[in-house]
Structure formats: structure tokens, C-alpha cells
């Protein structure tokens, strides 16, 4: 049943995980979590907190799997092959971990089978993975802010990349009508008075 919230609400972690780990799996065994959203919207950060409630459980980082600025298209392709496919079946997956400086694949890093796994990045939540997922968050913030922490975290000289990047993924997002999908649409900015280590603050739930 979808709860839109007519006013941001906050929503516990503790709370979160509950909810995922009283959910059926639907990737095999695995109770599958995915958090996407715009560059620089609070995905990782949310993916760390939420992981740590679920007691440590795997989080795979997209931004290890893309073939450098150009692969957002084909990472669904490796995300299936290598963690969503092998999970399915029981089995651990395991995936390539991409060398940003050196622009290759460096070495294999392990998927363990776990109640849960979380998939954070820009495409974990597209179209082909939506009846895997127990829970697909989608997380906002304001464009400049977005901006603003990506190219702190990725450095000035990679403005002209970015430049490239931001327009990709916003016709990735239409093409997947990714937030349309989500279950959850938090909002990653930042509120004063919100311990955002405890609580999510929910836009829509849509649960």
C-alpha cells in the first residue's frame, strides 16, 4: 500500500532492518536492499549506517563495478552476472573492483551469503532488479549541494568527467523511472536536530 508523507517524517535504521530482515528473500536466500539516487545524494553514506543496523551484512559499491565514466550502462550486465545471478543460486558472487587511477579491473573482492545485501550506486535500483528487492531506496538532495560534495569527493580536475557523468545518469534515472520505483524517497541533505547516524528522514513511503 503506498503512504505518501505529506511532510518529511524520520524512520529509524533499527526500524529499517527490522522490516527487511522480516521480509521473505527474494534474491534466493538473500533479502535484497537497493539505494540509488543522484551523484553525491547521501547513497553511500546511508548504505554504511543501514548496514551496520542489519549487523554488518555485504554492501556492494557500484562505483566498483562501472568500466570508468562510461559504464553505468553496462553495469547492470556485471552486477547480474557476477553478485545478483551466482546469489540467486545460493552461492556466494563475487565481482572486479575497477582501479579508478590506473582505468582497469584490479582484483576479485567476495559477495558472501548473508540475510541481506545491500547494492549502492547510481543503477541498483533500475528496472531488471525491481522483483529482487525486499526494499529499493531512492535518495535526494538539492543539485548544488549534490554537486557540491561530488566534486570534493572526486577532485577538481574531474569536473569535465562529471560533467559528462551527471548528464548520463539523469537519462539513465528516466529511462528506469527509478524514483517512480523506489519504496522509500529519503532525503539525503542533512536536517539540524536530526541524529542522522539513528533515522532516515522518508519523503514518500510508499511500503
Known amino acids: 500500500m503506498t503512504r505518501p ?25 538473500v533479502r535484497l536492499v537497493t539505494i540509488d539516487g ?89 528496472r531488471r532488479f525491481r522483483d529482487l528487492a525486499v526494499l529499493r531506496i531512492w535518495v535526494e538532495a538539492d543539485e548544488d549541494l549534490r554537486r557540491e560534495r561530488t566534486l570534493e569527493r572526486e577532485g577538481p580536475n574531474m569536473a569535465i568527467a562529471l560533467s559528462e557523468w551527471w548528464p548520463r545518469e539523469e537519462r539513465h534515472f528516466a529511462d528506469q523511472d527509478t524514483r517512480a520505483l523506489a519504496d522509500l524517497v529519503v532525503d539525503g541533505t542533512g536536517h539540524a536536530g536530526v541524529d542522522r547516524d539513528r533515522s532516515l528522514v522518508v519523503l514518500e513511503d510508499r511500503r
Not at 508523507?5 to 536466500?29: H, I, S
Not at 547521501?42 to 554492501?59: D, I, M, Q, Y
Not at 552461492?91 to 549502492?120: N, S, T
Request: overall charge neutral; charged content about 20%; aromatic content about 8%.
Open 38 to 126: 543522484p551523484s553525491g545524494a547521501g547513497k553511500t553514506s546511508l548504505a554504511r549506517r543501514l548496514c551496520r543496523s542489519l549487523r554488518r551484512v555485504p554492501v556492494v559499491h557500484l562505483d566498483h563495478l562501472y568500466e570508468g565514466w562510461t559504464g553505468l550502462d553496462s553495469v547492470g550486465d556485471r552486477l547480474d552476472a557476477w553478485v545478483m545471478t551466482p546469489v540467486r543460486h545460493g552461492l556466494p558472487g563475487q565481482h572486479l573492483v575497477y582501479d579508478w587511477h590506473r582505468g582497469a579491473y584490479a582484483e576479485w573482492r567476495e559477495v558472501p551469503l548473508a540475510p541481506a545485501l545491500i547494492v549502492e550506486g547510481v543503477g541498483a535500483g533500475q
Open 5 to 29: 508523507t505529506a511532510a518529511p517524517t524520520l524512520l529509524d535504521y533499527a526500524d529499517v532492518a527490522r522490516d527487511v530482515l522480516d521480509t521473505p528473500p527474494r534474491l534466493g536466500v
